[in-house]
């Protein structure tokens, strides 16, 4: 039968998402994802939400988490933005800013959500290679574009810029929107927030999904010059106001203000990063530094994908991207000593 409505739907390469497996016995080091729990006053809000308020609207502006948030990074609330996840932020800052004929640019290797967007929102982009240890190469950025976008660390190498080269982007790009999207800084690398003062059309993008356990509620945020922000909430009230439900609102203030616990969760997850990073390397992989919650690693003597396929077997899932440049390197979120320790003992077992 002709179908004539099939060739008028969207084709769109949507992006993949780290699995998420439901059996219990699995070690899931796959997506990043935090193996410590949030802060405990999210748990107290959980308990005692009180589940008739959500016969009412949620507050469309977040009033109270924007406060809180605002407080935290030293800035105003007006400079602070908040998503459904640093997705939603960095989809809708992908609207907002990159409306220009010239391509904007990110790395070659980077996360993968980039190109999708692009795609999806028709805005032109151009790659710009990392360097020979998969680093960020800023004088890469020198040149026309409609906008820079990149996450410091970057994803899934786990190499940061210091505050001196972020500088030295943003001076060499003061006539787009610079993003820089910080979903991993919180691990030990260095935040572009102290240049928000100085540099207009500096976006930074963060999220509770990583370093304050909470990806599961689905919480992002962006901190920028007042221009910038009242354009990112033009564009989101020209689409749903309310991308943020009462929930997540009062979970993520409980969690920004319990600063105490969210430092040393950082700093158990910091010490199991180095630990296991020895490991690897006693075991002959090469692990890439990580400023992130994640390491990145190759092994001299052997395929990643076996290796990928033999930990999936052995119940242990981590992350293996089949593409150019890295598709013999893997990407190990940090878990828990112990189950760091069960990695460790699997690879042995393969090796
Ligand atoms: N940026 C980077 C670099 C990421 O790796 C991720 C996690 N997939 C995100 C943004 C989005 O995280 P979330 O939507 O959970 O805030």
């Given amino acids: 039968m002709d179908k004539p409505f099939l060739d008028k739907l969207r084709k769109i390469d949507p992006y993949v998402p780290g699995e998420q497996p439901q059996a219990a016995d699995i070690i899931k080091l796959n997506a990043n994802e935090n193996p410590y729990p949030p802060a405990p006053g999210v748990q107290e809000v959980l308990r005692t939400f009180d589940a008739s308020s959500l016969a009412l609207y949620p507050d469309a502006n977040g009033k109270r988490l924007k406060a809180a948030l605002a407080e935290r990074f030293d800035v105003r609330p007006p400079q602070v933005f908040l998503g459904n996840g640093s997705d939603d932020v960095l989809a809708l800052a992908f609207q907002s800013f990159f409306c220009s004929d010239k391509p904007i640019l990110y790395p070659d290797i980077t996360y993968s959500f980039y190109p999708v967007w692009c795609d999806l929102f028709s805005i032109p982009y151009e790659t710009v290679p990392l360097d020979e240890n998969f680093c960020v190469n800023i004088r890469g950025y020198d040149k026309p574009n409609g906008g820079v976008v990149l996450p410091n660390p970057n994803a899934p190498t786990g190499c940061g810029l210091s505050l001196d080269a972020l500088e030295d982007l943003l001076q060499h790009n003061a006539d787009c929107v610079v993003i820089i999207d910080e979903a991993y800084v919180d691990f030990g690398a260095q935040s572009a927030v102290p240049l928000l003062d100085k540099y207009e059309n500096l976006l930074v993008v963060q999220t509770m999904s990583k370093s304050r356990s ?67 390397r006693a075991l002959g992989f090469t692990v890439l530094p990580s400023l992130t919650n994640f390491l990145f690693v190759t092994h001299p003597r052997k395929q990643a994908a076996d290796i990928f396929a033999f930990l999936r077997q052995e119940k242990i899932f981590i992350r293996y991207f089949k593409l150019p440049r890295i598709d013999n390197y893997l990407r190990i979120t940090v878990g828990t000593d112990e189950q760091m320790d069960r990695l460790i003992a699997a690879l042995k077992k393969f090796l």
């Fill in 214 to 280: 909470l990806a599961g509620m689905r919480i992002g945020y962006a901190l920028g010059s007042e221009t910038l922000i009242a354009t990112l909430e033009a564009v989101k009230n020209s689409y749903n106001s309310y991308t943020m439900d009462a929930l997540a609102l009062a979970a993520g203030e409980a969690s920004v203000r319990d600063e105490d616990y969210f430092q040393q969760t950082c700093r158990r997850v910091i010490a199991t990063r180095e630990r296991s990073a020895d490991a690897l």
